[in-house]
């Protein structure tokens, strides 16, 4: 595993340099990665190099991470309900029976259903009427966000102290890159939304787990780095420990290809890529060169055009907000 980390941290790609445009050229249509260069450029500061002992930690951590104890598996009633989502024939009994087996899902329905955001009529108080309330599309968005957002938990208080400004943003932020995979996959021939949706969700998991090993090292006794250097720490090495923690969740076959980072992947994997890169681009850390060629590389396989891409961009910060309104 650390002859991958070496490899992955050896990797630097240098920002393309913008071509000197003639006047002949001027009209030369918007590219995706023109559309990066605007993100990149127009955006608060880029930071200009990875900190200092970043590398030394990334190994410590990266060691740490696969000797804890793996994560849970996935709760049942987020795979039952990702199930009934790709099944024609399932009803809206089907759906509120099986969101009912858990109780902190239907009790935040519930809540939601009577949140600003679905304001307006008679207050939801079953189950049921918060189901036809939000819609059976969203009902499966917020499933899936609960479900996948106790992965992104604080497992005690000393953490967040440790960590005020980033554990709440870590949470916020799957919860962004799953609905806004979601939203992209309904867009785009061959996709399953819920699979796209629970891949973008997953696809940084491996950032939480890695700052809950740095965690435990602080309060063990190390050091206690500034955000910048553990962000930075984070970026490197969380698409290992995200893969490893994903393998342990017993998800469905077909599930679990949607959450794939390396190899061949399917569309909702890229989707989910795609997302979770531009969240990287967002991020303005040292490697977002880097992370500007992977959007660029996802959308050339989802043949996404420069418009698209650049609400996807638009759509995820959008999400962000959201989400710390609506599990905050």
Not at 305 to 313: D, H, Q
Request: net charge neutral; charged share 20%.
């Amino acid at each position: 595993m650390l002859s991958w980390f070496r490899a992955r941290r050896a990797q630097i790609v240098k920002p393309p340099n913008a071509p000197v445009m003639a006047k002949q050229e001027q009209r030369t249509p918007v590219t995706v990665m023109d559309v990066l260069r605007d993100q990149i450029e127009s955006g608060p500061e880029v930071q200009t190099s990875v900190p200092d002992g970043v590398a030394q930690l990334a190994e410590k951590v990266f060691a740490r991470a696969f000797d804890a104890p793996p994560p849970p598996s996935f709760p049942a009633v987020a795979t039952r309900v990702l199930a009934l989502a790709r099944d024609p024939d399932a009803d809206l009994n089907q759906l509120v029976g099986a969101v009912q087996r858990d109780a902190a899902i239907a009790a935040a329905l519930l809540r939601i259903a009577n949140s600003p955001f679905f304001a307006g009529g008679e207050p939801s108080t079953t189950l049921r009427a918060a189901v036809q309330k939000i819609g059976i599309s969203q009902v499966v968005e917020i499933v899936m966000g609960h479900a996948g957002r106790r992965y992104y938990q604080l497992a005690s208080p000393q953490e967040l102290a440790l960590f005020p400004t980033i554990w709440p943003k870590l949470a916020d932020e799957g919860m962004a890159n799953g609905f806004a995979a979601g939203r992209l996959a309904l867009d785009l021939p061959g996709t399953r939304s819920e699979r796209a949706l629970l891949g973008g969700l997953l696809a940084d998991v491996g950032r939480p787990i890695a700052l809950r090993v740095i965690s435990a090292m602080i309060m063990e006794g190390a050091p206690h780095d500034d955000a910048e250097k553990v962000l930075a720490t984070l970026d490197e090495i969380a698409p290992a420990v995200g893969a490893r923690a994903i393998a342990s969740m017993n998800l469905p076959a077909d599930v679990a290809a949607a959450c794939a980072c390396e190899g061949e992947l399917d569309v909702d994997a890229h989707i989910a890529q795609l997302v979770s890169a531009v969240g990287a681009v967002q991020r303005r850390g040292a490697r977002v060169w880097r992370h500007a060629n992977s959007v660029s590389t996802h959308a050339e396989k989802l043949t996404l055009t420069p418009l698209v891409v650049r609400a996807v961009f638009v759509q995820r910060l959008a999400y962000v907000e959201q989400a710390s309104k609506m599990f905050g």
